[in-house]
């Protein structure tokens, strides 16, 4: 016997506003997805005919990677001496304590040294430029570049993601020296580990495939963290509250995407 219709729509309803948010989430992705596309080829179309703002791109350097520079190497710092004193507490048993420059060392470089520097610059840089880019649309400043025949992706969007590219690896570097270095002093102070045991144990398991592994993860997050805080800039609408409402979601973006890129590397990079 056939079921009534109006017995079958409370079954229905669910289902279809299941489907329905499945297919707006994947519309918004691929409509992001298209315009981050479309950003990134107009980027190195500006780049190659020189077309870039080289003195915004000293200026965003400035911004990017010096302002950053004390933040930076506070994170690291404390990076560093969270590892050795983890590392310190579990290697009391049998294990050889020289073992422990081995492991903050790699812990350092291959990943809290480039993620946490990228954190770090998700909440000064990415958040600064989406809320700085997004108040230049609702202002109409862009409309103002186009109507004087100056293109924002070049005068804009192309010197921030130079700046990112270019900071982000020396400051992964800078972060990974001073990680080290901090998990060195906390290991002789908290299990008497002296230095040169802890660099012994260093090199014991270190590979010069590390460092490179450290810096190409940072370049990648250097294009990512700028170039998804100059889209979701530009794609800022609906006035003040458009503009937290956008720069909210550019530090989740921005956040995700570098917990996803982290994910990748190791397989395709370390095995």
Not at 1 to 9: I, T, V
Not at 11 to 32: D, F, Y
Not at 62 to 86: E, H, K, M, N, R
Request: hydrophobic share 55%.
């Amino acid at each position: 016997m056939e079921r009534p219709a109006s017995l079958l729509m409370p079954l229905s309803n669910p289902v279809t506003r299941w489907l329905a948010g499945v297919a707006r989430a994947w519309h918004v992705t691929l409509e992001h997805a298209g315009a981050m596309g479309l950003l990134s080829w107009q980027i190195v179309r500006a780049i190659v005919r020189l077309r870039v703002s080289w003195r915004e791109v000293g200026s965003q350097l400035y911004s990017t990677g010096l302002q950053s520079l004390p933040i930076v190497i506070v994170t690291a710092s404390l990076a560093g001496i969270v590892t050795s004193q983890q590392g310190g507490y579990q290697f009391t048993g049998s294990i050889p304590l020289y073992v422990l420059g081995s492991v903050v060392v790699e812990s350092v470089v291959l990943e809290m040294g480039p993620v946490l520097t990228a954190i770090v610059m998700v909440g000064r840089v990415g958040a600064r430029i989406t809320a700085e880019l997004g108040t230049m649309v609702v202002s109409e400043q862009i409309d103002a570049y186009h109507s004087l025949g100056r293109d924002p992706v070049a005068m804009l969007a192309a010197p921030r993601v130079i700046a990112g590219v270019i900071a982000m690896p020396l400051l992964v570097g800078i972060a990974d020296l001073v990680g080290i270095g901090a998990g060195m002093v906390a290991a002789n102070f908290e299990v008497g580990l002296g230095s040169a045991s802890f660099l012994y144990g260093a090199r014991l398991f270190w590979h010069s495939w590390d460092l490179l592994y450290s810096l190409t993860k940072a370049m990648a997050f250097g294009v990512a963290v700028p170039l998804i805080s100059v889209h979701m800039g530009f794609k800022t609408r609906g006035g003040a509250e458009g503009v937290g409402r956008t720069t909210t979601q550019a530090v989740m973006f921005m956040t995700l995407t570098i917990l996803i890129l982290d994910a990748l590397f190791p397989p395709l990079m370390l095995n």
